[in-house]
C-alpha cells in the first residue's frame, strides 16, 4: 500500500500498524522478561548454594553431622551366626542413624534460637514488635499459599514463579545474613 500525501498531510496512521507495533512491542518485553527472571534466577540459586557451601565449610556442628558414622568393628565369623552378625549390624546402625538424628534436632533447634533472637533483635532496633513464631507462621503460610498456586497453574508459569521466589528468597536470605551481622555489631545479639 502507498502512503500519498493529501492536501498537504501525512496520510493517517493505520490500525492494522499500531497492532503490529503493539505486538512487536510485547513480543520484546515477554522475551526480556523471561530473560530477567531467569537471570535472576540463576543468580539467586548461585548465591544460594554458595552460602550453603560457605556454611557447610566453615560450621564445626555441620561438618560433625555429615562424617561418616565410625566403623562397626565385625564380629569373628566362628564366635557368631550369621544371623547375629545382621542383627548386631542392624543394631549399631540404628543406634548411629539415632545419634545422627539427635544431633541434627539440637543444631536445629539451636539454629532456630539463634534466628528468633536475631528476629526479635531487630525489632528491637527498628521498634517493632516481630514476633519469631508470626513470622515463621506467616513465611509458612506464604510458601503453602505459593505451593498451591503453582500446582494448579499451567507449567510455564509456575517456573516463572517459582524462578522469581528462589530470587526473593536468595535476596531475603542475603539481606537477613546482613542484618544479623549489622545487629551483632551493634552489641543487639550475642
Not at 24 to 53: P, W
Not at 59 to 70: F, K, Q, Y
Not at 140 to 156: C, I, T
Amino acid at each position: 500500500m502507498s502512503a500519498t500525501v493529501t492536501n498537504g498531510k501525512p496520510p493517517r496512521k493505520q490500525l492494522a500498524d499500531q497492532l503490529d507495533r503493539l505486538d512487536q512491542l510485547i513480543d520484546t518485553l515477554g522475551e526480556g522478561l523471561n530473560g530477567a527472571v531467569a537471570d535472576a534466577a540463576r543468580e539467586g540459586v548461585r548465591l544460594a548454594v554458595k552460602e550453603v557451601v560457605v556454611e557447610l565449610m566453615t560450621n564445626p556442628e555441620l561438618r560433625a553431622l555429615l562424617a561418616p558414622p565410625a566403623p562397626v568393628p565385625a564380629p569373628t565369623p566362628a564366635s557368631k551366626g550369621a544371623w547375629s552378625r545382621i542383627k548386631s549390624a542392624a543394631s549399631a546402625c540404628a543406634a548411629s542413624a539415632t545419634d545422627v538424628a539427635e544431633r541434627a534436632k539440637a543444631a536445629t533447634a539451636k539454629r532456630w534460637a539463634s534466628a528468633g533472637e536475631a528476629v526479635a533483635a531487630i525489632g528491637r532496633a527498628t521498634g517493632e514488635g516481630l514476633s519469631p513464631k508470626r513470622v515463621a507462621a506467616v513465611g509458612v503460610g506464604v510458601g503453602l499459599a505459593a505451593g498451591a498456586a503453582n500446582f494448579f497453574a499451567p507449567q510455564a508459569v509456575a517456573a516463572i514463579v517459582g524462578g522469581a521466589t528462589a530470587a526473593v528468597a536468595a535476596v531475603c536470605a542475603q539481606v537477613g545474613a546482613w542484618l544479623a551481622r549489622a545487629a551483632r555489631r551493634a552489641g543487639l545479639l550475642s
